[in-house]
Each structure stands twice: as C-alpha cells, then as structure tokens.
C-alpha cells in the first residue's frame, strides 16, 4: 500500500473513511482512475488485515499521507471508454486546477469558451488562485475572429502570456500544453484548453506528483518570461 499511493492519495482516501463513506467503490474515486482498481485490491486486502475497522485504516491511511516519497507517474486519457480504463484527462486537469492554493501555471496552444479547463481556472480565480495562463498568439486571434470571445474577458484577473513574436520569415508557435499547481504537482498532455480535446480527441497525458519536476516547470518558464521570450498577451 504504501509503495503505490501517493501521499496525496492516502490523505484523501483517510478523509473519505473518516467521513463516513465506508463503501470502497466510492471511496476510491479520491483516486486517479487509472490506478483505482489496484487501489481498490490493496485497500480490500488491508481492510481484511484490519477485521474491517474503519477507525485503524483510517490511522494507516494518514501514517501513509505524511510520509514522503518518489514520484510516481499516472497516465491519464481522453478516448472512448474502455473496460477497466476510465482515466480521463479532463476530470485530471480540472482536479489538479481545483487542488490549488496558491498558484496555478497553465499553458496551451488554444483556449476556448466554455472548455472544462477554461471553466476550472476561473473558478481558481474566483477563490483567489493566482493564475498564469500561457496561449499561442495568432491560434487564439483566429479563435476570437471566429466567435468574438476574449480569452482576457473570460478570465478576468489572470496573468496571460504568449510566446514572443519571431523575426520576420520565421514561424514559432507556443505549443507547450501543461497544468503546474503550487510547485507540487503537474500534468503534461496533448491536449489543448478546447471543448473537443476535453470531450471527442484521443488525447494522452501523465501526471506527476512531484516537487523538484513541479518547481522545474515553474522555474522555467518564470526564466523565460525574465529574458523576454514570453511576453504579455495583446488584450483589449
């Protein structure tokens, strides 16, 4: 058990018990869907090992979420469903959105309105989140010609910025699609901040628990935008 959970996990798999939800097939969808049937096995099998008291799982499950460990990659999908897969990149990146407390560093090629995604970044915002959301320039000016909404109106309060336009002749677009919360976790996936990646694509990402990779990401694209080569999105 505790070679698989995360810590995350076992937290949130503790305060599911000590809510009262005794029943498994509930409880374990505190975890990812890509590992919620071995997660099922073991808590099954510890249960029977505790003679199904609730109160000492409970105590193991928070013994778990305060100690520390490695990263331990889960791979999340959108595609059409599949016996025992129900991973799904937009449940993974509106959680992740909605774990954080502090910050928020989101990049895709394109955002558009009314996209899960789009949707958990405001209500980040609305909490009072810093969000730093990371777009392509020319792919999200097409999207506002093509249906007149503002990516800075829809998100009012965010920090937005593009990548820096290339010398004439060159083409450089902003591709990077990620989510990095609060320098602890992040996802990095194919799919864009749009309603179809969300819902119809066949889209694939991994989700790594992981201060030292989550704080890289930051620091990264802070170092960027200090040298100029993420600059701020043209509003208005």
């Not at 990263?71 to 999908?77: E, F, N, Q, Y």
């Not at 937009?90 to 928020?104: D, P, Q, R």
Request: aromatic share 6%; with cysteine; charged share 25%.
């Amino acid at each position: 058990m505790g070679s698989f959970l995360t810590r995350d996990e076992a937290r949130r798999l503790a305060s599911a018990f000590a809510m009262g939800d005794g029943l498994l097939h509930n409880v374990v969808k505190s975890v990812d869907g890509t590992r919620r049937d071995r997660a099922k096995e073991l808590l099954d099998s510890l249960s029977s090992e505790l003679a199904g008291n609730r109160d000492a799982l409970v105590a193991v499950l928070l013994a778990l979420g305060g100690v520390g460990q490695s990263a331990r990659p889960g791979l999340v999908w959108t595609s059409p469903s599949l016996p025992g897969n129900e991973g799904h990149c937009t449940l993974a990146v509106s959680e992740l959105i909605n774990e954080a407390e502090n910050h928020v560093f989101a990049a895709t090629f394109t955002a558009t309105k009314g996209s899960s995604y789009v949707v958990a970044l405001g209500h980040a915002l609305a909490k009072g989140v810093k969000v730093t959301l990371i777009l392509d320039r020319e792919r999200q000016k097409d999207y506002r010609r093509k249906t007149g909404w503002r990516v800075d109106a829809g998100l009012p309060g965010a920090r937005i910025w593009t990548l820096k336009e290339p010398d004439p002749g060159v083409y450089a677009v902003q591709h990077a699609k990620l989510v990095m919360v609060d320098e602890v976790a992040c996802l990095v996936t194919s799919a864009n901040f749009s309603e179809a990646a969300a819902e119809r694509n066949l889209e694939c990402g991994v989700l790594v628990r992981d201060r030292g990779i989550a704080k890289s990401i930051g620091s990264h694209l802070a170092s960027l935008r200090d040298h100029g080569h993420l600059v701020d999105y043209p509003t208005g």
